[in-house]
């Protein structure tokens, strides 16, 4: 299945946005979007980014395919600096690249004709295969359990899952090695959701394609994740194998995130521990210091509210190995639900002081 | 697309719902608009008249520059009133006036549409450029665009029609260049909410140009305004015509045009002996103008439902 050649890489990339109005002094409020992201997708394998809405997991998609420009840090794809590449010189690229997006509404232009959105990617970067481009939309709209009969019709005719079937044929259009799926099934149907997954994992074994998975999901990504990869508020807080970040996740967020995750028998769904953290996802305008988690982490200890921890190898080695970024991990063995919070409380208030006074400093 | 193929998939149930687009829905309720189906015969057959003047002139036997001195002035030189060889009667200096109101419909439906014309295209690009681009080329335009709207028309339009002289091609430009600011507002409006929309991400992330992100994904969106804007400005553009022709400053003499008959028959108080000479020119602009606003209102209902009629059953 998947190689060891790296095909995508993010070292230390960071994004800020600039928010809100401008303040008496002129200053803006930064909001910290990505923050120092480190990531490799290999060829042919699907990396799952999991976290929770307002996480940053979108913006991570749109630098790493550069629809962003990034603040700090390289990417590299397919063994080329593409950090600074302008949009001319990223042309070519991006028939290598493509997206499949979140809502199947919002991404279709509803005033153009199904044929012709499919065949953009043609007319943009100019027909390779065989046949007239008409021939060729009309093959991809089989590929993808379309019609082709339907080319002329508009997006509206469509239900969501047949839409999202366009927003995909539309990416393998021209037959690129690297697609990031940006919630691809979170708008629909739970029944639509499975036929849209199965779509994509065959897609993948048929024409070679590397999947970027974003989801808030876990099922779905469990399913179709070789690797997967959890951020918190703008870092990748664990990485790993899916088999071993599901079974023996050592990240506190991670494990919180995991027991959220529903379980079909509600028999054994009562039985399990929901460990529910205290508070809000706190504003990346104004991130917490130390660990970001510390505030809600039922382990948090003094260091954790000083010292930023870095992602560093937790078990195992090499491509495979499962990383994590914490300060005091947790064994497979042990359980979160035995930690109380201590500093939780005391430090949400710290923040939510510091808050006040830091626009006008900024 | 409600073609039924000879060879349907076994498994396709028959149906007989018709898969109805955005053009064939507005066509349905625009039929159901009585107003507006009135406006748009009434149109049409001012359009017509216009088209087939001289058409209908050689049938008239009338030409609308020819002065008859002999049998178009009464005794004492003063114009003659409706009769059976001048059915609308003639003016001052003997010209019937129909042949002259079948020849005006050409010069002032033709400067109405031509100007609207210039004007939307040149809004809708700009427009376009202010709304996606943003930044300083906003600025530029958006301040432009304030100017032109914060200037008196008619009086800055005489002011140019007196400095760069009389000809239609001035007409056409001036009309313009007092009409396109708001479309370009319109448009510009439109353009800055589109532009966050995903389908223009996904074109970006297709490696689609600015430019044709512009023409090919933004402007299909843009259709329904500027329609519904072309059709409302058409008659506003008219009546500044006439306007500018009643102040003197119109087409060139003698070519016939609403407004400036309109304006020969106030000089020397004359349209107090031929009432004729107002009323019929009068009547056809306010017919005109008032069947393309209808029209205008009936295309605006038909295309835009979210805004539909209270009294639609």
Known sequence: ?362 | MSATPATAPPTAPTTTVVARGPWALAWRRFRKDKVALIAAAVMAVIILVAIFAPVINSILGQDPNYQDQVNGLDMNGLPLGPSGSHWLGTDALGRDVLARLVYGARISIGIGILSTGIAVAVGVVLGLLAGYFRGIVDVVIARLLDVVLALPVVLAAVALVAVFGQSPVVTVLVLAFFSWATMARIVRGQVISLREREFIEAARSLGASSTRIMFVELLPNLVMPIIIYFSLLVPVNIVTNAVLAFLGLGIPVPTADWGGMISDAEAGGLYQQAWWLVFFPGGVLVLTTLAFNLLGDGIRDALDPRIERLLRK
């Open chain 1, 1 to 362: 299945m998947s190689s060891d050649e790296v095909l995508l890489s993010a070292s230390g990339v960071s994004k800020r946005f600039t928010v809100g109005s401008r303040g008496l002094l002129g200053g803006r409020l930064q909001l910290s979007a990505v923050d120092n992201v480190s990531l490799e997708i290999k060829k042919g394998e699907t990396l799952g980014l999991v976290g929770e809405s307002g996480c940053g997991k979108s913006s991570l998609a749109r630098c790493l395919t550069r629809l962003y420009d990034v603040d700090e840090g390289t990417i590299t794809f397919d063994g080329r600096d593409i950090t600074n590449l302008g949009r001319r010189q990223m042309q070519p690229l991006r028939s290598e690249m493509q997206m499949i997006f979140q809502d199947p509404y919002g991404s279709l232009n509803p005033r153009r004709r199904v044929g012709s959105i499919i065949g953009d990617a043609l007319a943009i970067h100019g027909s390779r295969g065989k046949g007239t481009r008409r021939q060729q939309v009309q093959e991809l709209m089989e590929i993808v359990g379309l019609n082709p009969e339907h080319y002329n019709r508009y997006p509206a005719d469509f239900s969501g899952g047949q839409r999202q079937r366009i927003g995909i044929a539309r990416a393998l259009a021209l037959k690129p090695k690297l697609i990031v799926c940006d919630e691809p099934v979170s708008a629909l149907d739970v029944s639509i959701q499975a036929q849209v997954i199965n779509l994509l994992q065959e897609l993948q074994r048929e024409f070679d394609l590397t999947y970027l998975f974003i989801s808030h999901d876990l099922s779905v990504v469990q399913h179709i994740s070789d690797r997967i990869a959890v951020m918190y508020l703008g870092r990748i807080v664990e990485s790993g194998p899916v088999d071993e970040v599901f079974t023996a996740s050592s990240h506190p967020y991670t494990r919180a995130l995991l027991s959220a995750k529903p379980i079909a028998d509600p028999r054994a769904a009562e039985q399990r521990d929901r460990i529910v953290l205290a508070g809000d996802l706190p504003s990346p305008i104004s991130p917490p210091s130390g660990c970001r988690f510390h505030p809600r982490c039922p382990k948090a200890e003094q260091d954790c509210v000083t010292v930023v921890p870095t992602l560093e190898v937790f078990r195992g080695g090499g491509p495979d190995a499962q990383k994590v970024e914490c300060l005091h991990p947790l064994e497979a063995d042990q359980d979160l639900s035995s930690f109380t919070p201590s500093i939780a409380d005391t430090i949400i208030g710290a923040d939510a002081a510091a808050t006040g006074s830091r626009e006008v400093a900024s």
